[in-house]
């Protein structure tokens, strides 16, 4: 199946630093490309969709200007967690279409201390 | 509202002891209905795709199908290797950018030796 690869794999940042989330579609082009977030023994919650040379549309309850997400070209995705907390320690999750299916990347573990 | 519902939430098995997994759900105009297998701290690895009631679809010792209500995955003579958290997606045609995939709680599957 088509590949989805994350960049980092996990991350640890100071609480209000900024850090940048990489996804790449590696022998596809995704116009749409979801940026999902996931807690421990819980499902994946959806957080916006990605649309490249356009603007993101973001899900009820995600703070837009907290999570930047910027898709300038037809392979990469980011997803940039601006002044980040505690609280926004997670497990994030890109995916992209590809064909009738989705895909989903590797995962990438934010830490905030 | 879309909505999909997993059961049971988790599930032990012996090692060949065949069973099933249920995902029911709810949609308004049914895109198709995916299977994701995750395994702890990974992004989610697709299975299959089905598209229309009576379909079905097999890989190795798992085999999905669907009804206009639910599917389910069928596990046969399972092995420790299947062990992980099955994941049950549903993609709308009317919901707000029918790309979306709207996602279950999943069943989380440990298979003993």
């Known amino acids: 199946g088509a590949v989805v690869s994350q960049h980092p794999s996990w991350v640890i940042c100071k609480s209000g630093t900024s850090v940048k989330i990489e996804c790449r579609s590696l022998d596809f082009q995704a116009t749409t490309m979801f940026w999902y977030r996931q807690f421990p023994k819980q499902s994946l919650m959806l957080m916006a969709t990605?649309?490249?040379?356009?603007?993101?549309?973001?899900e009820q309850g995600v703070e837009k200007d907290k999570f930047l997400i910027n898709h300038a070209s037809l392979t990469l995705s980011t997803l940039t967690v601006t002044s980040a907390h505690p609280e926004d320690s997670s497990f994030y999750i890109c995916?992209?279409?590809?064909?009738?299916?989705?895909?989903f990347g590797e995962g990438s573990w934010l830490t905030v201390v | 509202e879309d909505q999909v519902t997993q059961s049971p939430e988790a599930l032990r098995l012996q090692e060949g002891e065949s069973s099933s997994l249920n995902c029911s759900y709810t949609?308004?105009?049914?895109?198709?209905l995916f299977w994701y297998r995750q395994d702890p701290g990974k992004g989610p690895e697709f299975l299959f795709t089905l598209y229309s009631a009576g379909e079905e679809k097999e890989k190795e010792r798992l085999k999905a199908t669907l009804t206009k209500k639910e599917s389910f995955l069928h596990i046969t003579a399972p092995k420790p290797e299947d062990s992980a958290t099955y994941l049950c997606?549903?993609?709308?045609?009317?919901?707000?950018?029918?790309?979306?995939?709207?996602f279950g709680a999943g069943t989380r599957l440990a298979v003993h030796p």
């Open positions: 990605s649309n490249e040379g356009s603007k993101a549309t973001y």
């Open positions: 997606a549903v993609r709308s045609m009317f919901s707000g950018g029918y790309n979306k995939l709207i």
């Open positions: 949609v308004s105009g049914l895109r198709g």
């Open positions: 995916s992209a279409i590809s064909g009738n299916t989705i895909y």
